[in-house]
């Protein structure tokens, strides 16, 4: 209504509703942001499962590494211990086994045959040692016909690539007597004389093959023609151990030589949350990023796609590090503001625009409930001005009136006043015009 001063009044439940429509707004941001951060993207899980391989074997001693410094971060990882690298492929493959993570050496898989996994990266060699108890005749796998020898247990990367490597030579079950014994059972029997040769897929650090490579009946030999190895399987990569690398007063080993090993992959299930991926990383490059016998310092964690696709968050982070604010702010904190950004900058994309069209929308708003009043006065002008359209003075009169208190209850703010009261001068000189065209109305 209108006060005498010519102020539109509000209602008490217009009032009302205005201050009720900054809490309306904030309500419903607020369940945005819920079903932004809760539903569409949760929180990182607070356990991770980690696949390791033997009791003492390198990956079981890496992943304690790996479980050290998740641990800093709030995050606890099981070690699950396996028989080694297909065991633990098979465990990412079943989503029933619980693993999430596990190191896999390469040329085990492909993409095809494990759709659900990606990679991390290749983390570090795996060396395949040959050793042998005395001296080996014709230095060659050919040389084992007939012997014991250790190939790995079922279950083993060492097993999987021995007997890939000891078939191309001519050698299985019927010539040779492939014992599927551990690192340590290996290790035990090759210095006491109960087998003849072992092949061990380790790394330098590796307890066992220090061990071997300190005793002096035992002789780590060379593979011969390492380029045609290679050539063969093209995940591996021929080494050169030094001579006297193990102990230079008894130059052990007395001359260089010759491995090749696969890479050892950080594989991932692709369900796993990327805020662990990224965790893992960083962890991965404090692991793994030193210099060693085989390797240059920063060589691993290296962007190589062996078998499985790198992840997107391994492709952002070879490529630009570490996620800005997880180098900034603890994990969950910026875990916490991350998920906040992934909503507010689209929402804030979508908010923006509509400051500048709002206003545009608002006035043509007004001006469209002006104008329509406006189109009903110029009826009733016209109405008043052609007596055979039938409408009486006293009509006409009314109409006018119920147009003059449209027009004061329509609220505009003191920018729009000006068209408004345009509008009631307007509506005012029409009824003085249909007053002077008739008979005066009734006041």
């Given at each position: 209504m209108a006060r005498p001063d010519g102020v539109t009044r509000r209602s008490p439940r217009t009032q009302r509703s205005i201050r009720l429509?900054?809490?309306?707004?904030?309500?419903?941001?607020?369940?945005?942001?819920?079903?932004?951060?809760?539903?569409?993207?949760?929180?990182?899980?607070?356990?991770?499962?980690?696949?390791?391989?033997?009791?003492?074997?390198?990956?079981?001693?890496?992943?304690?590494?790996?479980?050290?410094?998740?641990?800093?971060?709030?995050?606890?990882?099981?070690?699950?211990?396996?028989?080694?690298?297909?065991?633990?492929?098979?465990?990412?493959?079943?989503?029933?086994?619980?693993?999430?993570?596990?190191?896999?050496?390469?040329?085990?898989?492909?993409?095809?045959?494990?759709?659900?996994?990606?990679?991390?990266?290749?983390?570090?060699?795996?060396?395949?040692?040959?050793?042998?108890?005395?001296?080996?005749?014709?230095?060659?796998?050919?040389?084992?016909?007939?012997?014991?020898?250790?190939?790995?247990?079922?279950?083993?990367?060492?097993?999987?690539?021995?007997?890939?490597?000891?078939?191309?030579?001519?050698?299985?079950?019927?010539?040779?007597?492939?014992?599927?014994?551990?690192?340590?059972?290996?290790?035990?029997?090759?210095?006491?004389?109960?087998?003849?040769?072992?092949?061990?897929?380790?790394?330098?650090?590796?307890?066992?093959?220090?061990?071997?490579?300190?005793?002096?009946?035992?002789?780590?030999?060379?593979?011969?023609?390492?380029?045609?190895?290679?050539?063969?399987?093209?995940?591996?990569?021929?080494?050169?151990?030094?001579?006297?690398?193990?102990?230079?007063?008894?130059?052990?080993?007395?001359?260089d030589v010759t491995l090749f090993a696969p890479k050892a992959s950080l594989i991932v299930r692709k369900d796993l949350h990327p805020a662990i991926q990224s965790l893992l990383l960083d962890a991965a490059e404090q692991i793994h990023s030193g210099p060693g016998i085989f390797q240059q310092a920063r060589q691993f964690p290296a962007a190589e796609a062996i078998d499985l696709p790198l992840s997107d968050e391994a492709r952002q982070f070879y490529r630009a590090g570490r996620p800005f604010l997880q180098r900034h702010l603890p994990f969950w904190l910026a875990v916490a503001i991350g998920r906040l950004l992934v909503l507010l900058i689209p929402l804030a994309g979508v908010v923006y625009p509509l400051f500048w069209i709002m206003p545009s929308l608002y006035a043509w708003g007004i001006r469209r409930r002006i104008d329509q009043i406006y189109r009903e006065l110029r009826s009733i002008e016209q109405a008043a001005d052609s007596p055979e359209t039938g409408r009486t003075f006293a009509e006409l009169d009314t109409a006018l009136r119920q147009l003059e208190e449209r027009a004061s209850r329509l609220q505009v703010p003191l920018s729009y006043s000006d068209p408004l009261y345009t509008l009631r001068e307007h509506i005012a000189l029409v009824r003085e015009r249909v007053a002077r065209t008739g008979t005066p109305t009734a006041e």
């Open positions: 429509l900054p809490v309306t707004v904030a309500a419903l941001v607020v369940a945005a942001i819920w079903v932004a951060i809760i539903v569409l993207r949760p929180l990182p899980p607070r356990t991770v499962t980690m696949g390791t391989g033997t009791e003492g074997g390198a990956y079981h001693e890496v992943g304690q590494r790996y479980r050290d410094i998740l641990a800093q971060h709030g995050i606890t990882l099981f070690l699950v211990p396996t028989a080694g690298a297909v065991e633990n492929l098979a465990r990412l493959k079943d989503p029933r086994s619980g693993v999430d993570v596990a190191l896999v050496q390469g040329g085990l898989t492909t993409e095809q045959e494990s759709p659900g996994l990606e990679s991390l990266g290749t983390m570090f060699y795996e060396p395949l040692w040959f050793f042998h108890r005395g001296s080996l005749g014709n230095r060659s796998l050919e040389g084992l016909r007939g012997r014991k020898v250790s190939v790995g247990p079922e279950g083993s990367g060492t097993r999987i690539l021995a007997m890939e490597l000891l078939a191309r030579h001519g050698i299985d079950e019927h010539s040779a007597e492939l014992l599927p014994l551990g690192f340590q059972d290996a290790a035990d029997r090759l210095i006491g004389g109960q087998i003849d040769a072992a092949l061990v897929l380790a790394s330098w650090e590796s307890p066992v093959v220090r061990r071997l490579l300190a005793e002096d009946t035992i002789e780590v030999v060379s593979f011969p023609r390492a380029d045609a190895h290679v050539a063969l399987f093209p995940f591996l990569t021929k080494l050169r151990l030094p001579a006297g690398v193990r102990d230079l007063e008894r130059n052990k080993p007395p001359r």
